[in-house]
C-alpha cells in the first residue's frame, strides 16, 4: 500500500505503515490531538461534553488529567472487573451450553460491556439506554449526515441529564465507584468543575462501550470461521490471552484515529501542510506485511509484536486492561461449553469510519 494516501484532496492524508503510524502517535507536537476539537463542536449539536475530554486534549493539560483518571481508574478497575465479567459471561455461557441462537449483539456482546462499565462508573440502572447512547454520540463528525443529527442530539441531553443526576446522588453520599472518585479527585490542588467531570464520565462511557462490543463480536465471527481454532483453545486455555491479542491485531475496533499537523512536515517522504488532517490507520498498520509475517492470517502462534488496536504513545487506550480482561474471560467461559459456533446471518455493518463493527450478527452454539 501508499505509505501516504491524500484521500480528501488537500484535507486528509492517510497514514498506512506501522512504523510510520507509531512515529505520528508518539509525536503531539507535531501531530495534535487538541486541533480536533472543531470536529466534535457541531453548532448543530450543541455543547458536547467530549470536546472538553483527555482524547483531544495535548500536552501539558492531558498530562494532569491523563494522571489523574489513571489513577482512579486502575485502582479500580481490575480487582472489580474479574468477578462481574465473569458472572455475566457464565450466564450466557451456560445458556449457549444448551444451544442457543441469538443476535449476539443484543446479548453478550451488548450486556457484558454495559454491566462493567456501568458498575464501574456507578451507573448501573440505565443499560438498556447505554447502546443507542454510545451508538449515536460516537458518530459526532462534520460530516454527519442530518438525518441523524437529531438522535447524537438527544444522546448528548439524555446522557448529560442522566449523568448530572449520578453526580448530584454521589455528592449527598459517596459510593464505591468512579463517579464518587472523581467527585473527591484534584489537579493542581484543586477539585474538578462540573464540565471536567462530566467529560470524564463521557469520555470513559463512549470510548469504553462500543469498542469492546465489536472486540467481542469480532472474536466470536473469528472463531466461528475457524472450529480447529475453537478446539485448540478448549485443549489449551492458556492460549486464549494469545486469541484475544490476535483478534485485535486482525479485526481492531478503531480503524483509525485522526491527528492535525501543528507545522509543515512530512511523513514518509511525503509533504505535508501546517493544518493538515492525518488519519492514521490503525487496521491497515496491524496488517503491515514488513512487520507482520503472513499478515492476512489470524494465527494465535505468530510473534507476539504488540500491534496499534489500543494506538501508542501518551493516548495509549486507558481501558486496555480493561477491555482484554473483558473479553479473556468472556472466551474462557464461553470455550469450555460451546461445541460450535455458526454465524446464521449475515451481519450488518455500522458506518463508522473510526469505531467500525457489526451491529447485528446472529449465531447459534
Ligand atoms: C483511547 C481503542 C476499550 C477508554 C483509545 C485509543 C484507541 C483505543 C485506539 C487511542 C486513540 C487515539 O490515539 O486517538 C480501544 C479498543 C477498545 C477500547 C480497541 C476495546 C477493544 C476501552 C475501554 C475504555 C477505554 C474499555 C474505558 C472504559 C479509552 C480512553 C482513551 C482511549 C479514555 C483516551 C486516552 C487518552 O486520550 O489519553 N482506545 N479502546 N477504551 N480509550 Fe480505548
Redesign the pocket.
Known sequence: AAPVSVIDPGEIWAISRYDDVVSV?KNPAVFS?QGLRAATEQPWAGYNPLTD?????DPPR?TA??SL?NHA?TLR?LPRVEPLARKVARAFAERASRGLEVDICDDLATTL?AQ??GN?LGLDDACDKFRTWSETIVAISPGTPEALRPSIVASIAELGQYLEEVFEDRRRARRDDLASDLLDAEIDGRRLDQAELMSFMF???V???E??T??LVNSLRILAERPELLARLREAPSVIPHFVEEA?RFD???HV???VATRDTEIAGVPLPAGAVVA?L?ASANRDETRYEHADRFDVDRDRKPS?????????????P???A??RIAFEELVPRVGAIHVTQEPTWNCGLTVRGVTSCRMRF
Open positions: 502517535l490531538s475530554s483527555l482524547v483531544l486534549l492531558h488529567i491523563r483518571v481508574f478497575v460491556p462493567v462499565i464501574l469520555v470513559l462511557f470510548a469504553g462501550f469498542t469492546t465489536h472486540l485485535l481492531p475496533s478503531v484515529t485522526l491527528r492514521a490503525l496499534v488496536a489500543f494506538g501508542h504513545g501518551i493516548h495509549f487506550c486507558l481501558g486496555a480493561l477491555a482484554r473483558e473479553t
